[in-house]
């Protein structure tokens, strides 16, 4: 059981390096595509004479849409703990986490707690617990998934749209590392016998 949670996280680990270069990659890329395509826009000149009339035989190009964040961004909603009054509390080993307890699993001793009786969301151990089902399932994670409409209605603040197609990996690593609940509802789905069989 250690030697599987070794290969987890050394597996986590690895894909994170991978996913934030080719994130940067795929950024300076768009970044480099952009301004390219802004220099370009700007020297075309188009004159038109209102006599003639031609036809053309090329194909309408595709219009490509851009949207844009609004300037006034959505107030944030306060983590439980601020909510709880947790935050900025001052303890011996000057941790940043509200919540905290080191514990001997063979003598039960409690080495250090912050909070104990406070009861927490457990956030991050999901998306964990996630990965270890999918991985232990041994399906292919070179399968792709598409995010439908059952998808799309049980997450509705997502960068990924409904149509969206992407590997079970793909989908893995998005729902550990970018918190994209989306990607993480569509592995349930996907996995044999279901969202029931999943959880």
């Given at each position: 059981?250690?030697?599987?949670?070794?290969?987890?996280?050394?597996?986590?680990?690895?894909?994170?390096?991978?996913?934030?270069?080719?994130?940067?990659?795929?950024?300076?890329?768009?970044?480099?595509?952009?301004?390219?395509?802004?220099?370009?826009?700007?020297?075309?000149?188009?004159?038109?004479?209102?006599?003639?009339?031609?036809?053309?035989?090329?194909?309408?190009?595709?219009?490509?849409?851009t949207?844009t964040?609004?300037?006034?961004?959505?107030?944030?909603?306060?983590?439980?703990?601020?909510?709880?009054?947790?935050?900025?509390?001052?303890?011996?080993?000057?941790?940043?986490?509200?919540?905290?307890?080191?514990?001997?699993?063979?003598?039960?001793?409690?080495?250090?707690?912050?909070?104990?009786?406070?009861?927490?969301?457990?956030?991050?151990?999901?998306?964990?617990?996630?990965?270890?089902?999918?991985l232990?399932?041994?399906?292919?994670?070179?399968?792709?998934?598409?995010?439908?409409?059952?998808?799309?209605?049980?997450?509705?603040?997502?960068?990924?749209?409904?149509?969206?197609?992407?590997?079970?990996?793909?989908?893995?690593?998005?729902?550990?590392?970018?918190?994209?609940?989306?990607?993480?509802?569509?592995?349930?789905?996907?996995?044999?016998?279901?969202?029931?069989a999943?959880?």
């Amino acid at each position: 059981m250690r030697l599987k949670q070794f290969w987890l996280l050394a597996f986590v680990g690895l894909l994170s390096c991978g996913v934030t270069i080719s994130a940067n990659s795929l950024a300076a890329s768009n970044d480099a595509q952009s301004k390219k395509s802004s220099k370009n826009a700007s020297k075309v000149v188009v004159k038109v004479d209102s006599k003639k009339v031609a036809k053309s035989s090329k194909k309408p190009k595709a219009v490509r849409t851009t949207v844009t964040r609004s300037s006034n961004p959505a107030p944030s909603r306060p983590s439980f703990a601020t909510a709880l009054g947790l935050r900025g509390q001052h303890d011996d080993l000057s941790l940043k986490s509200s919540v905290a307890m080191v514990v001997n699993q063979d003598t039960k001793e409690v080495y250090f707690e912050k909070n104990p009786s406070v009861s927490l969301p457990i956030a991050s151990i999901t998306k964990l617990m996630t990965a270890m089902v999918v991985l232990d399932s041994n399906l292919p994670l070179d399968e792709t998934l598409v995010i439908n409409t059952d998808d799309v209605q049980s997450y509705r603040n997502s960068r990924l749209s409904g149509g969206t197609t992407l590997t079970r990996e793909e989908a893995l690593l998005l729902a550990l590392m970018s918190s994209e609940n989306r990607a993480a509802y569509t592995l349930g789905r996907n996995y044999p016998g279901g969202m029931r069989a999943f959880v």
